[in-house]
């Protein structure tokens, strides 16, 4: 299966700009999804499909994508940004379609 | 109000078995794509399983593919992970999740996650 590869920790100022990256072959294929994950709680979707963002989800954040590579951007850190970010997307592998893969995930702190 | 809430999380010993629910309310799952999603204590997310929007197929992780099933009861609106031949890797939150969009087969794109239910495999 394919896989996607994150660094394992960025730190940002508080209120400057932080970019985490997501590097896979999936993502030559389909768009990366990431998630904000805070301790003791679930996954919250916070960008699709290249740079939408749900309902509630500031525009502060914001997604990038460009061959292999998908981006998060968080223009303006807070400190409630603390948290690990995941990137997600469809395995593009030919045995594996209809799976879904997973980052290894990006903890942010804001300094 | 959408709402997953995730029960059946247990302790048990390697080579038992387990079925987790993951009740849904706020929408109908038969409109949409949902998967389980596990994250091992201190560790990143590992997709687990999922069930296209029309049922019709099924998706497993190589590291769970043999040993557990997923399936939907669309009476109870309730999604399940049966999970047989637990090992001690098998440790973690177990969320379910549901796509955002509706009536597609397969997706990524989780807008809605539950709680999480913890399973323990240890002797």
């Known amino acids: 299966s394919s896989e996607l590869t994150q660094d394992p920790a960025v730190s940002v100022a508080l209120g400057q700009t932080v970019r985490i990256t997501c590097q896979g072959d999936?993502?030559?294929?389909?768009?990366a999804s990431w998630y904000q994950q805070k301790p003791g709680q679930a996954p919250v979707l916070v960008t699709y499909?290249?740079?939408n963002r749900p309902p509630g989800i500031p525009d502060r954040f914001s997604g990038s994508s460009s061959g292999s590579m998908a981006a998060l951007t968080i223009t303006g850190a807070q400190a409630e940004d603390e948290a690990d970010y995941y990137c997600?997307?469809?395995?593009?592998?030919?045995?594996?379609?209809?799976?879904?893969?997973f980052g290894g995930g990006t903890k942010l702190t804001v300094l | 109000e959408v709402q997953l809430l995730e029960s059946g999380g247990d302790w048990v010993q390697p080579g038992g078995s387990l079925r987790l629910s993951c009740a849904a309310s706020?929408?109908?799952?038969?409109?949409?794509?949902m998967s389980w999603v596990r994250q091992a204590p201190g560790k990143g997310l590992e997709w687990v399983s999922g069930?296209?929007?029309?049922?019709?197929?099924?998706y497993y992780a190589d590291s769970v593919k043999g040993r557990f099933t997923i399936s939907r009861d669309i009476s109870k609106n309730t999604l399940y992970l049966q999970m047989s031949s637990l090992r001690a890797e098998d440790t973690a939150v177990y969320y379910c999740?549901?796509?955002?969009?509706?009536?597609?087969?397969?997706?990524?794109?989780?807008?809605?996650w539950g709680q999480g239910t913890l399973v323990i495999v240890s002797s």
């Open positions: 069930l296209s929007g029309s049922a019709g197929t099924t």
């Open positions: 499909n290249y740079n």
């Open positions: 706020g929408f109908s799952i038969s409109n949409y794509a």
């Open positions: 999936s993502l030559r294929t389909y768009y």
């Open positions: 999740a549901k796509v955002r969009t509706p009536m597609v087969e397969v997706d990524s794109n989780f807008d809605y």
């Open positions: 997600n997307s469809r395995d593009s592998s030919a045995d594996h379609l209809g799976n879904v893969i």
